[in-house]
């Protein structure tokens, strides 16, 4: 079953389809179906990675509950 999103992107290549055959072959990529999908899925995977990041530096920068022993501090 093919996504119909790559299919899209492929139909809508027009001048630089020659130049996206060339560069899949180049990469070693038995179609451009292939290489298009390789592409979504990275972008795919570095916006899940820079969203993890985000909620861990959003848990970093949560105050955390005071645990002082003395009243010193």
Partial sequence: MQNQEIV???ENL???RDYEEK???KLGF???????EDKI????KAIEDVQ???EVAKAD?????????CGCC
């Fill in 8 to 10: 899209k992107i492929i």
């Fill in 14 to 16: 027009k001048g630089r």
């Fill in 23 to 25: 560069r899949a072959s």
């Fill in 30 to 36: 038995a179609s451009l179906y292939d290489y298009f």
């Fill in 41 to 44: 899925s990275k972008k795919q």
């Fill in 52 to 54: 993890k990041e985000l």
């Fill in 61 to 69: 920068n949560q105050p955390k509950a005071a645990k002082k022993s």
